[in-house]
Structures are given as structure tokens and as C-alpha cells.
């Protein structure tokens, strides 16, 4: 019997350090250039953390990394200014935990919190033709998903089968990858050995699970929505010319993922 609750310890042990933080034993950065317009579009940049171990991988953006670290290490708090808000904000605020089996997602949308998950099903055509990235010699792959054509370039010299956003199941670490429109590129910039356990990886456990389409409809709804003016603007015309922007926004709206498989 006391055997049996030592294991039902452990168990728990485990499933709240999972929820909490991930063991941290390689990290990749990567550098994303993007478009977030389909017409009269600006090229625009971000950077972001991929951390590893040998069975699993966690994402997220290097803004909210950096800020969720302050944190927890009592720097910044939940009711800070919004002249430090603004400074770590970021159009891609999601973690995206992956596994061989499945990827793990948790976005805020309108100050709320939402999680989702997905069957880990990506496929690859691998190809014949390879190139150099920095000292690492690279394959050529392509899948087409989230309604896009993707080019892959990875390595076989890192073997870690994991990649930026929920790119992975490659035989080696994604370097480079794109769409065939370009309008979304992730390149890595650095990689380094780690060993620590990141507390900081997760910060909303607590997350309302939904469904991924229920996602789709949530962020096209947020960017026309009429009470992000409301709420700080009294007069009629100015309204009426942001509304007009925001619904034109939407209309031309390019996000990474055009479907949600």
C-alpha cells in the first residue's frame, strides 16, 4: 500500500511540473519575417524560442518568453503600465507545446485565455536537393498545410525532429521554412545546448479548451470588432473611418494558418 501511494505521487509530480514548466535541454531561436496583409502590405519581423528535449518541444515568442520570465521573477506584474505592455506585445502570443502524437496551443483572444489541441499529423515529400545553412548541410521537404504550400529546409546534423510553430516530424531540426508565397519565413539564427527547467514556459494552465474552429472565428471577429473604438472614441466620424480600416483589415486579413488543417 505504501508503495502504491509513493507512484501515485510521483504520477502527480509529474503531471504538475508538465502544467507548470518544461525541462529545457536545447533551444533554437528563430527569426519570422511576415506579412499580415494580402494587399498593400509592409514586411514586418518577429523572433521566437523553440525549446527542446528528446521527446518533446515548446514554442513561443521571444517578446512573451522575456516577459512571462519578469513575471514570474516579480519584475512586472498582471496590472503593469501600458508603456511596458505595449513594449512586449506581439501579433503571435500563443505557446504551442508538441509531442509525437499531438500539438498543444494556448492563445488569448479579447483578454481572455483559450487552449486547443491538434492531432500531430503533418507530412512531408522529402526531396533530392540540399543546400548549406550556415555550417549545416540541409534537405529540401514540402507539405501543404493550414491552406498553404510549405518548403522545409532541415538538417540531419541536429537530430531533433522539431521546427518553429508546429512545424516538425522531419529527420533533423528545421532551419528554414516558408510558405510558397513567401509571405510567412522562419529562419534560425541560433541554437545552443541548454539544461534547465523553464518555469515560465506555460503560464495558463488554466486555459478554457475549445474547439481550433471556434479559434478562427474568434480572431476574424476581434480585429472588426466595434468596441475595441467604442470604448476610447467619442466622436461619430472618427468612428466611422476606424471601423471602415478595421473592416477592410478583415477582409484583406493573411494569417500564418489560411485553414485549420
Do not use: H
Amino acid at each position: 500500500m505504501k508503495i502504491f501511494f509513493i507512484l501515485i505521487f510521483v504520477f502527480l509530480t509529474i503531471i504538475i511540473k508538465a502544467q507548470i514548466g518544461f525541462d529545457v535541454v536545447y533551444e533554437a531561436d528563430y527569426k519570422l519575417t511576415y506579412k499580415d496583409q494580402i494587399t498593400n502590405a509592409t514586411t514586418q519581423e518577429d523572433a521566437f524560442a523553440l525549446l527542446m528535449n528528446t521527446k518533446e518541444s515548446y514554442y513561443k515568442n521571444m517578446k512573451k518568453y522575456i516577459m512571462d520570465s519578469l513575471k514570474l521573477e516579480k519584475k512586472v506584474s498582471e496590472k503593469s503600465d501600458l508603456g511596458i505592455g505595449m513594449k512586449y506585445s506581439t501579433d503571435f502570443p500563443e505557446y504551442i507545446g508538441t509531442t509525437i502524437g499531438k500539438i498543444y496551443i494556448t492563445t488569448p483572444i479579447s483578454n481572455k485565455i483559450f487552449k486547443y489541441e491538434e492531432i500531430n499529423n503533418i507530412n512531408w515529400d522529402l526531396s533530392n536537393e540540399f543546400k548549406i545553412i550556415g555550417k549545416y548541410k540541409c534537405q529540401k521537404a514540402m507539405t501543404k498545410k493550414y491552406g498553404r504550400t510549405w518548403i522545409a529546409w532541415f538538417t540531419e546534423e541536429i537530430p531533433f525532429p522539431f521546427g518553429p510553430y508546429k512545424f516538425n516530424k522531419l529527420p533533423g531540426l528545421i532551419l528554414e521554412v516558408y510558405d510558397d508565397k513567401k509571405d510567412y519565413i522562419f529562419s534560425m539564427y541560433s541554437f545552443k545546448k541548454r539544461k534547465y527547467f523553464a518555469k515560465s514556459a506555460n503560464m495558463e494552465p488554466k486555459a478554457t479548451l475549445v474547439n481550433k474552429s471556434k479559434i478562427f472565428d474568434y480572431q476574424r471577429r476581434e480585429i472588426a470588432d466595434p468596441n475595441t473604438y467604442n470604448k476610447l472614441i467619442d466622436d461619430p466620424e472618427t468612428l466611422r473611418f476606424l471601423m471602415k480600416k478595421a473592416q477592410e483589415r478583415a477582409k484583406n486579413y493573411n494569417p500564418i494558418e489560411l485553414s485549420p488543417n
